[in-house]
């Protein structure tokens, strides 16, 4: 079983075409290695117009039938600091054609890997937001923008804490008719760039998938007579490109 509905629902928000900010938060996936605490995002703004970006965060839970659920970080046990992932600072003001950066931390233990949902929304600046903004400069920002009509457009990425003693184990188990990886480590493997091409005609090739197995999990797949199937298994910082042919 794969991340499966939970990445498939990376969510991309529209507020309304045209001008004014476009964020891009790079990568839609992040991994925090077991020996480290923060994790630099960058936000850009190609846009013609600033951006007040909001940043929340959620930890993605998976209930006793394997159904993933997104809820808010909670506290830890003694009420001082929160258990999991919190974004620093949680609101950007980003300039046009410029660029501000958050550090996600992680707070709590690291016995098991942990999964987050950060989503970054641009917004019109409040009186209750925490942007460092003046009424006037607001004003200003809204008149700006409803002199067109605009896209602002947010993402959300799923951001992987790996376990501080993280451990990688697959096991490969490659019959005539199947292939499956199996996950029998601690933290998520990848299977990058993986598509089905045929041994006759190079151009012949599916479509190019990425696939997160998490720890427990496998990654299968029915061979095709005539077919070679390429990827690439990534382990942490150990990347193999593999190839499985079925004549």
Sequence with gaps: ??????LGALSVFCMAAQAGPQ?????????LD???????????????????????????????????????VAASTD???????????????????????????????????????VRFVPVVPEKE?????????REEYKKTLS????????FGTIFFVRPKNARFDTAVNDSANRYELRNNGNTVLVVDEFKSCSLSNESDCGPTTKHHVLAGKSFAFDKEKG?????????GESKKNLKVASR
């Design 79 to 117: 009420g001082a600091s929160r258990n999991g992932v919190m974004a620093s600072p949680a609101r950007l003001i980003v300039p046009a054609k410029g660029m501000q950066g958050t550090r996600l931390l992680y707070l709590g233990e690291r016995d098991t890997e942990r999964y987050f949902r």
């Design 147 to 154: 002199a067109g009509v605009n896209v602002m457009t947010g």
């Design 227 to 235: 077919r070679e199937y390429r990827f690439i298994l990534v382990e």
């Design 23 to 31: 964020i891009n938060v790079g990568t839609v996936y992040d991994y």
């Design 1 to 6: 079983m794969m991340l499966g509905a939970l």
């Design 34 to 72: 077991g020996d480290k605490s923060t994790y630099l995002k960058r936000v850009f703004n190609s846009g013609d117009s600033t951006a007040f970006v909001k940043i929340n965060v959620l930890e993605i839970v998976y209930g006793a039938d394997g159904v993933p659920q997104e809820i808010p």
């Design 129 to 137: 937001d925490d942007f460092v903004v003046s009424s006037e400069e």
